[in-house]
């Protein structure tokens, strides 16, 4: 079976990509399918004292998707500052290679029938801005995925999802849903975001997340549908 895969990104940093992915993850192998996880490139690694960097956002979903690996081997580009990938890169002499993400998401995939993808940033996160200009679609593109964008369920989301809709469809790239994280579901602007979102996109909001949540309402039947070829 060839591995099937997609893309989480957001509307912008700190809306929730890894904690949204871990619970799809999660989600996945509660439902008995063989679902991974990768990463390209993490910025905002804690330094161990023996000098090595912990990479927390892939600590977090492989732990709390029960994954039998080592988070390291789930990423390819590894950062302690938490400032934009390209940067980060750049200020400790480093540069983003788009073969060797290529290469290591190709490798991580023989492993399993699903994989997840978690970007970086936004949609227009920059990987590389010295010898070579890479943003987030080049990657997206790169890996041959459909994304799904997670945004917030509060006040402006309805703005900030339908400008990273737009940028991502006049980048060739398709966009299978959202997913509203920190969903109050008693609040009458959240739901009204929901449904103004999927209108003026034209595309469903998968699931919505309240704060804090430890599963992900979704069923097997949409996970399945998300993931195909």
């Known amino acids: 079976m060839e591995c099937k895969s ?9 809306i929730g990509k890894t904690y949204i992915s871990a619970l799809l ?48 081997d789930c990423l390819s580009y590894c950062f302690e500052e938490a400032v934009s990938p390209h940067l980060a890169a750049k200020r400790c002499g480093k540069t983003i290679d788009k073969s060797v993400i290529k ?26 801005l010295q010898n070579e200009t890479i943003l987030l679609p080049d990657i997206i593109k790169l890996l041959e995925t459909d994304v799904i964008v997670v945004a917030d ?25 959202f997913i509203l994280n ?13 449904k103004q979102i999927e209108r003026l996109t034209g595309v469903e909001v998968l699931a919505c997340v309240e704060h804090d949540m430890a599963d992900i309402d979704i069923s097997k039947d949409k996970l399945l549908e998300i993931f195909k070829s």
Do not use: W
């Not at 920190?182 to 929901?194: G, Q």
């Open 25 to 72: 993850v999660k989600k996945m192998r509660d439902y008995g399918l063989n679902c991974g996880y990768y990463k390209p490139a993490l910025s905002g690694a804690l330094k161990q004292p023996d000098g090595s960097l912990l990479a927390g956002d892939c600590e977090f979903v492989v732990k709390k998707a029960g994954l039998n690996i080592n988070p390291a």
């Open 182 to 194: 920190n969903f109050d579901k008693n609040n009458f602007m959240h739901i009204d975001n929901k």
């Open 6 to 14: 997609v893309f989480i990104t957001a509307t912008g940093t700190d």
């Open 103 to 128: 290469s290591d998401f190709e490798k991580l995939s023989q492993n399993y029938d699903y994989m997840l993808v978690e970007g970086a940033g936004g949609i227009v996160c920059p990987f590389n």
């Open 153 to 177: 369920g509060g006040l402006g989301t309805i703005n900030s999802a339908v400008l990273t809709f737009e940028y991502a469809k006049s980048h060739g790239i398709n966009v299978l849903g």
